[in-house]
């Protein structure tokens, strides 16, 4: 069975692109799952999805803790703990890693004994990056060595006709061509024969002991705790106020803002709270005088216009 891991922020297309890789091994008569795994509200934060597909029917549930191959669909995830990429590989386990630098500089970081290949984005603008999920389908794709050119344009024509004639041929032109580039490197994800780890652990009955609502209802429904949960760790791209352009109509991005991340100060001015703001810009479409930007998140500390 092969089972691979597609790791992403909300928004980049890890549910895209396991649902891709999906269909193109069912179209090459694979029994296939793919799932994404993530909460509510998550555009920015980190995620994943799984494909498993075996010649015999799947019994396997739940999240893959022992994958063939990973994909990170943004580098930026690789060091972050919460993101989990590294989880459960192994030296057979492939990595491959969708970024700016180089095999040989993740080596050198990770010090893994096992394969690691990159794909170099297609950036049309600078902190953008289109149709990733896609891309990163079209290289897993050739990775695994059982998907054909055919089945991988079907799977895209499939799961994308929905978003028009425009979207599909712009997926299927990065997709195919994330393929051809890895022609060298077909076929090196090898399917493994054993289960996840509890497979083989012996299911007993757990009692959990019962508290009285009086003690355990206040650390449930405890209020002003989301204060703690540092969301914008989840950013890629960080908003920044021109204040010179600002017309203090802070009614609208303080107010659409979904995280309640926009402060008022006592001139009308507003002010971003970059350790909450999750990098939406939902403020950068709503602002009437485009007094709001974005640059990217890499860039930001560097950057003179930005407040930490």
């Known amino acids: 069975m092969y089972r691979v891991r597609i790791h992403a922020r909300g928004g980049q297309g890890a549910k895209t692109a396991s649902r891709i890789l999906g269909s193109a091994l069912f179209a090459e008569g694979f029994e296939v799952q793919d799932a994404p795994r993530y909460g509510a509200e998550r555009r920015g934060a980190p995620l994943f999805a799984y494909v498993r597909a075996g010649e015999e029917p799947i019994l396997e549930?739940?999240?893959?803790?022992?994958?063939?191959?990973?994909?990170?669909?943004?580098?930026?995830?690789?060091?972050?703990?919460?993101?989990?990429?590294?989880?459960?590989?192994?030296?057979?386990?492939?990595?491959?890693?969708?970024?700016?630098?180089?095999?040989?500089?993740?080596?050198?970081?990770?010090?893994?004994?096992?394969?690691?290949?990159?794909?170099?984005?297609?950036?049309?603008?600078?902190?953008?990056?289109?149709?990733?999920?896609?891309?990163?389908?079209?290289?897993?794709?050739?990775?695994?060595?059982?998907?054909?050119?055919?089945?991988?344009?079907?799977?895209?024509?499939?799961?994308?006709?929905?978003?028009?004639?425009?979207?599909?041929?712009?997926?299927?032109?990065?997709?195919?061509?994330?393929?051809d580039a890895f022609e060298g490197e077909e076929g090196c994800v090898e399917t493994s024969t054993a289960g996840p780890p509890e497979a083989d652990a012996v299911v007993d009955w757990i009692a959990l002991p019962l508290e009285e609502a009086k003690i355990s209802a206040p650390d449930i429904h405890g209020g002003a705790t989301s204060v703690e949960v540092r969301t914008g760790l989840w950013r890629t791209m960080r908003p920044v106020i021109d204040l010179e352009r600002c017309h203090r109509c802070h009614w609208l991005c303080s107010t659409l803002c979904p995280d309640g991340a926009i402060d008022v100060l006592a001139d009308g001015a507003p002010e971003i709270d970059y350790d909450h703001c999750k990098g939406c810009l939902v403020c950068v479409a709503v602002c009437p005088t485009h007094a709001i930007g974005a640059i990217p998140e890499n860039r930001a500390d560097a950057s003179e216009e930005t407040r930490p």
């Open 61 to 179: 549930r739940g999240a893959i803790e022992r994958p063939d191959l990973v994909v990170v669909a943004d580098e930026t995830l690789v060091p972050l703990a919460a993101a989990g990429v590294l989880a459960g590989i192994t030296p057979r386990t492939v990595l491959l890693i969708h970024g700016v630098e180089t095999a040989e500089t993740w080596r050198e970081r990770l010090r893994l004994a096992g394969p690691i290949v990159t794909l170099e984005p297609e950036i049309e603008s600078p902190g953008e990056l289109r149709f990733v999920g896609a891309r990163c389908a079209g290289a897993a794709a050739r990775l695994l060595g059982t998907i054909s050119r055919a089945s991988l344009t079907g799977a895209i024509r499939e799961e994308l006709g929905s978003l028009g004639p425009r979207a599909v041929a712009e997926s299927l032109e990065t997709a195919l061509a994330a393929y």
